[in-house]
């Protein structure tokens, strides 16, 4: 995968965090590499912000580890280092309450010295962000002037004034109407182009689906998947194929047992339940399969060398990545994840 060759930056391993006997973030492990957009998907209660905070060092984990690369070591978070080892990122955790009497100018070059950007620097950087989050005529004017959407993006500068390389953005989008939801994607994506990697929780599916290069999905503070868009998306898929035949007999009962036959050996599946189905509503043949393309090829060769007339073949995509979605955070338990989450540090 093509991700796999890029230098992990922050590794959260088996990260827990109990208040009192309730678990809010529960065993929790993610690598996050370099130049991506990474987005923690969950309800809201999940545990995302509790994670975010772990890694902010807001909040001690009850059991686990905080990993960062500095210097090209990666180092463990503790208390002694945390101010060195958090320089270099960014975070939006809690949205700063800004004074309604101060300006963007004011308060944005109190952060860059209080960050130790270099002074001289600080006018032309606040003057950059500004145009970027597209906030350019209201350098001098009072935030109490400003709509939500606007200090939402005010937030937004702020956290990365010091020009971090890895931005922790909670649920950035809150609070803002379609549009501005949509600019702070284009935004983010433009920091990614830039050579920024971002962390970002979100609780909506379609908000992140587009900009993330992984989702990692938590639900009751454990992550149920942590995977690619496009794998996240196959495992969405419907795993049924639906065949139609050119003619069909009085009794399909020997055709299910010629395809089960022919079928079987190629699905990829393990013995057991039954394989073809008949649906008599719309007198296709479903076939249960594993998804993969190269199945689907095989499965049509074999019925066209066994002289089978085949009219349609076709996999419906009637689930939807909001459905899987959907169904990871309705379940209470878990399904096993972490497939990309355990490659450790390099
Ligand atoms: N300081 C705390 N003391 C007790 N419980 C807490 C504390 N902070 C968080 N929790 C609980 O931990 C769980 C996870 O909270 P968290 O804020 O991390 O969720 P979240 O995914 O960010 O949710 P949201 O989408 O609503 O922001 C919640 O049930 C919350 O009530
Ligand atoms: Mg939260």
Same mark, same amino acid.
């Given at each position: 995968m093509k991700n796999n060759n890029?230098?992990?930056?922050i590794n959260l391993r088996n990260l827990t965090k109990n208040f009192g006997d309730f678990t809010a973030v529960d065993n929790l492990s993610l690598d996050i590499k %370099? /130049?991506?957009?990474?987005?923690?998907?969950?309800?809201?209660?999940?545990?995302?912000?509790?994670?975010?905070k772990m890694i902010a060092r807001l909040l001690k984990p009850t059991e686990g580890e905080v990993w960062i690369k500095e210097n090209?070591?990666?180092?463990?978070?503790?208390?002694?280092?945390?101010?060195?080892?958090?320089d270099r990122i960014g975070f939006?955790?809690?949205?700063?309450?800004?004074?309604?009497h101060m300006t963007p100018k004011q308060i944005l070059t109190y952060f860059a010295t209080l960050k130790g950007y270099p002074r001289k620097k600080i006018p032309k950087r606040i003057e950059e962000l500004m145009a970027l989050v597209d906030l350019s005529d209201w350098i001098d004017k009072k935030i109490g002037t400003f709509s939500k959407g606007m200090k939402q993006r005010l937030g937004l500068v702020s956290s990365m004034i010091h020009d971090p390389d890895f931005l922790v953005l909670d649920e950035p989008q809150t609070g803002l109407?379609? %549009? /501005?939801?949509?600019?702070?994607?284009?935004i983010l994506v433009d920091l990614k182009n830039a050579g920024k990697t971002i962390f970002l929780s979100s609780h909506l599916l379609y908000e992140v689906s587009e900009i993330s290069d992984r989702i990692a999905i938590i639900n009751r503070g454990k992550l149920v998947a942590f995977d690619t868009m496009e794998n996240l998306e196959g495992q969405a898929k419907d795993l049924r194929l639906q065949i139609?035949?050119?003619?069909?007999?009085?009794d399909v009962t020997q055709i299910i047992i010629d395809l089960e036959t022919i079928i079987r050996p190629l699905t990829g599946l393990n013995k057991g339940d039954k394989i073809v189905e008949f649906n008599r509503v719309t007198s296709t043949f479903e076939v249960k399969f594993d998804?993969?393309?190269?199945?689907?090829?095989?499965i049509l060769k074999e019925l066209i060398r066994n002289d089978i007339d085949v009219m349609d073949?076709?996999?419906?995509?009637t689930n939807t990545l909001e459905d899987l979605y959907i169904k990871l955070v309705t379940e209470v338990v878990a399904v096993e994840p972490l497939k990309e989450a355990s490659t450790g540090v390099n």
């Open positions: 890029k230098e992990t930056i %370099k /130049g991506e957009i990474i987005s923690l998907l969950g309800p809201n209660g999940a545990g995302k912000t509790t994670t975010m090209g070591n990666m180092r463990l978070l503790n208390n002694r280092n945390k101010d060195a080892l958090l939006l955790i809690e949205n700063p309450t800004f004074y309604d109407d379609p %549009k /501005g939801r949509k600019e702070i994607r284009a139609q035949l050119a003619e069909l007999p009085e998804g993969k393309i190269q199945t689907q090829k095989n073949f076709s996999v419906p995509r």
